[in-house]
């Protein structure tokens, strides 16, 4: 058995942390619309054609941001393929994954969902093939009132009143040498920068996100940042980041210590971010969103990722395992620990493409990923603080030491909760919830996936290997808490104070 000390303090507060954290991401790609969210002929189709029992699943992990239509599937996109009388829309080549785009689901389709689903939509404009024109065309309308060219499209394929999208982002992933249109950073700058004039000068309020590095093992990592926002800053209130992480050395102990990558990724952006800020003697920093993460190293090559023009083709069809999920977790409570910066996060992506959510026919399965974002989604509410791990490390080759347990929390209120990662693949840790300047009075919820072996994974014939069960191995002494961790655990649960 190992001791650890979790040290926290009210008063050393972070920020609130801002629900679009708890973001996911919807692209055009593999089966993620067609036979994911939107499958008219599936038994479980509803009045729209979206699938009841994925629906019902995703209202469970209460996604906020939504991004759309990608990826790596924008940068060849033409918005108006996708709207107007389905009939009438053309069936069209995805140089992104080789895939057959029908149309037959685009802004409209996305606009009911994300009312249906009660998501803020996040919009990301073509800057690949696409020019600032048809970004501000298609600000105008999702955005504008009727007597224009555009919204009075809008009103004439059926709705009247404006979609009122605050949330776009300017391209995607242009630094990385596989996108569409990709160009060098000062160039993307430019285009970028007149997007944002445009769109600003037709809809001030609307709030945006320009390209940041996609990849940290990029040569132009950090310097492409810097040049962006150099351009930029005054013009965008976010840069995003990327992430996917893997266990491509089949070495879980290494793999578990993932997260020190993720402190320092988003760290390094921020501190360009700082930097740029101070430079320009600005009175706002650019804040973060990273607005694609997830564990995706399995399904990266071949016909993983290569459609063959099919329609709704297999693609990046990951099968998650218990590690994984415990890689989710240390995403999220990255997020958590620095909710000054990151303010928004998507996960990528929501059902079959690198997903929480299988299906196959009329069958469905959540996947070991799907509980820990559950878990924390519903204690998400407050402010995230500081918090100190007192106990024993674990060794990574690659990412250095890393705390034994893997920690955030935040409070609302007089409810403390806390996000816990075992890392240890064979010890038990009990963990003391010490919080200065208060008392623990009593345990509220608890909540824990574990399991004692890393490649667990749910399939359709047993679904039940990896999930979350309820979890009471909490005592109190002094004030105090102490919550038994398993090897290979992620807990999740609410304490209540006295301040």
Known sequence: MQNTTLHIHPSFAISPVDERVFGGFLEHLGRAVYQGVYEPDSPHADEQGCRTDVLEALRRLKFTAMRYPGGNFVSGYDWVDGVGPRDERPTKVDLAWQSLEPNQFGTNEFMDLCRKMDWTPMMAVNLGTGTPAEARNWLEYCNGKAGSYWADKRVEHGYADPHDIRLWCLGNEMDGPWQIGHVPAQEYAIRAQQTARLMKMFDPSVELVAC????????????????????????????????????????????????????????????????VAARKRAKRKVKLSFDEWNVWYRARTGDHVDGHNKLAPHLLEEVYNLEDALVVAQFLNSFIRHADSVKIANLAQIVNVIAPILTLGDKMILQSIFYPIEMMAKRREGIALQTRIEGPKVHSKTHGDAAGVDASAILNGKNLSVFLVNRSLDKEVDVLVDVAGGKVVKRIDGEIVTGSDPKAANGFEDQSLVVSNCYDEICFTEGRAVINLPPLSFFAGTLELSL
């Open 212 to 275: 940041g590095s996609c990849a940290t093992t990029l040569p132009s990592y950090l310097e492409w940042d810097r040049t962006v926002l150099e351009y930029l800053h005054k013009d965008v209130e976010y840069i995003s980041l990327h992430s996917y992480v893997g266990n491509e050395k089949d070495d879980t102990e290494d793999y578990l210590c993932v997260g020190n990558a993720i402190d320092k990724q988003i760290e390094e952006l921020d501190s360009v971010c700082s930097y």
